[in-house]
């Protein structure tokens, strides 16, 4: 079946530092992608998404991008601020499928400190 | 943008009693939400699909006839705990989207505590 791993946290940085958070897939077919983000006692957001393949998902100063040969959907951010602190979600979805239905990975903890 | 209400935020309740939890779309209509039950610092299980106007869909292993679904209208799902226990302290989360290929938008979650 579709399964998602995500890297493990917690991840910890510094105001301002590069990050990657590395997500891969297996999944049947082209999946849809996408990257959700959640800050405590909160539900999800959905922070972007790619439904093909070498397309690049961004919003908010993150990207990723949909790599089919690779099975993979790193998220990545230049410059990370404080206020980035939270947990993140990779997740896919198969095509035609309610999102609802996605598999997700089991989260990153960021946590950018001053 | 597209809203999902859940309510309530928290609840604290003693064991026996029967909770519920409502999750509504504000601004679109959802024949399909779904629950989730989220442990701490894990990912989220789906319990269940809830068809508006038809039976809930459980995942397996999930308790149909301890978490009561209800989806009376395109815009409120209902999940009830009945009969709450203190492992069934969690923290429940519902979606719901205007179809297959549409976002999905999440609800702020409830936390459950059953003493």
């Known amino acids: 079946g579709d399964s998602v791993t995500q890297m493990e946290g917690p991840v910890t940085l510094s105001e301002e530092a590069f990050l990657t958070i590395n997500c891969t897939y297996t999944?049947?077919?082209?999946?849809?992608l996408f990257w959700y983000v959640q800050y405590p006692g909160e539900g999800l957001q959905l922070l972007l998404k790619a439904t093909k393949a070498d397309d690049k998902g961004s919003n908010k100063g993150f990207e990723a991008t949909y790599r089919k040969e690779t099975t993979s959907f790193h998220l990545e951010k230049g410059s990370v601020q404080v206020s980035d602190s939270a947990v993140y979600f990779c997740a896919l979805s198969p095509p035609n499928t309610n999102a609802g239905k996605s598999t997700f990975g089991d989260g990153t903890t960021l946590t950018v400190k001053p | 943008g597209a809203v999902v209400s859940q309510h309530p935020s928290w609840v604290i309740c003693k064991s026996g009693t029967s909770v519920k939890i409502e999750c509504r779309s504000l601004d679109f209509q959802a024949t399909t939400m779904f629950w989730y039950r989220q442990f701490p610092k894990q990912s989220l299980m789906l319990m269940a699909t809830s068809n508006e106007g038809s039976k809930a869909t459980y995942e397996q292993g999930v308790e149909k006839d301890k978490f009561l679904i209800n989806h009376a209208s395109l815009t409120l799902s209902t999940l009830t705990v009945t009969s709450a226990h203190p492992e069934d302290s969690s923290f429940y989360i519902c979606?719901?989207?205007?179809?297959?290929?549409?976002?999905?938008?999440f609800g702020n979650g409830t936390r459950l505590t059953v003493t």
């Open positions: 999944a049947t077919g082209y999946p849809s």
């Open positions: 979606s719901a989207s205007a179809g297959n290929n549409s976002p999905l938008h």
